[in-house]
């Protein structure tokens, strides 16, 4: 069955510190892939896509996130992480892209001071 | 913001009774997708609608329906309410073939 795994429910780090937040994925084929913030309250936020080629993908709000086949991962990074970045980050999955994805439980990120 | 709006925010109701949640897509966009998102969980897919056609439809039992109307709006109706059934309810919209899916900021269903 297709799946998103995001085995990092919480993550808390320091603001000005790095973040990587986690995602592999299990489909027949390479999906395409996603990356997704909501705030509280909110509905989400589109923050990074991949579908072919370059590996790394730059997406919105200085995120970007690397592709990896060899591990079916997709994991999301951030060289400098601002307090405004609490959230909680969605990675998500669709065969072809047609809208209907897959998404992962999420992982809450904490900023400390 | 991104152009899609649903109503209402919150809604509270008792185990039982039937609910209709509403759903503005973005200008121009014939495809709407429903997501269910339990708390602590992430959205599941219920249903997508495209050009008032059910397109699609993920693991939820048949009184969870849909309607999609001439204009794309759309209604997320869902029968014989269960405690289960409280979450957060997330609308999505994008053009046909096109990859991103722009949501709403959901409504909030409460069954007691």
């Known amino acids: 069955a297709q799946s998103v795994t995001q085995p990092d429910i919480h993550i808390t780090v320091s603001e000005g510190a790095s973040l990587e937040l986690r995602c592999n994925y299990s489909?027949?084929?390479?999906?395409?892939l996603f990356w997704y913030v909501q705030s509280p309250g909110q509905g989400l936020q589109l923050l990074l896509k991949?579908?072919?080629?370059?590996?790394l993908v730059q997406g919105i709000k200085g995120f970007e996130a690397e592709f990896k086949r060899s591990q079916s991962s997709f994991n999301l990074r951030k060289p400098s992480v601002h307090w405004s970045d609490a959230a909680e980050y969605f990675c998500?999955?669709?065969?072809?892209?047609?809208?209907?994805?897959?998404f992962g439980k999420g992982t809450m990120l904490l900023v400390s001071p | 913001e991104t152009g899609v709006t649903q109503s209402p925010t919150h809604l509270i109701k008792t185990r039982g009774q039937q609910v209709t949640l509403r759903c503005s897509s973005q200008?121009?966009?014939?495809?709407v997708s429903w997501y269910q998102q339990a708390l602590g969980q992430g959205p599941q897919f219920i249903f997508q609608?495209?050009?008032?056609?059910?397109?699609g439809r993920g693991n939820f039992p048949p009184r969870f329906s849909g309607l999609q109307f001439p204009n794309y709006s759309s209604e997320l109706n869902v029968n014989a309410l269960e405690l289960d059934d409280s979450a957060l309810y997330l609308c999505?919209?994008?053009?046909?073939?096109?990859?991103?899916?722009?949501f709403g900021q959901g409504t909030r269903l409460t069954v007691v």
């Open positions: 998500a999955a669709s065969p072809s892209g047609y809208s209907t994805l897959t």
């Open positions: 609608y495209y050009r008032e056609e059910e397109n």
């Open positions: 999505a919209s994008s053009l046909p073939g096109e990859t991103e899916a722009f």
């Open positions: 200008s121009g966009h014939n495809t």
């Open positions: 991949y579908f072919s080629g370059d590996t």
């Open positions: 489909y027949g084929a390479t999906p395409y």
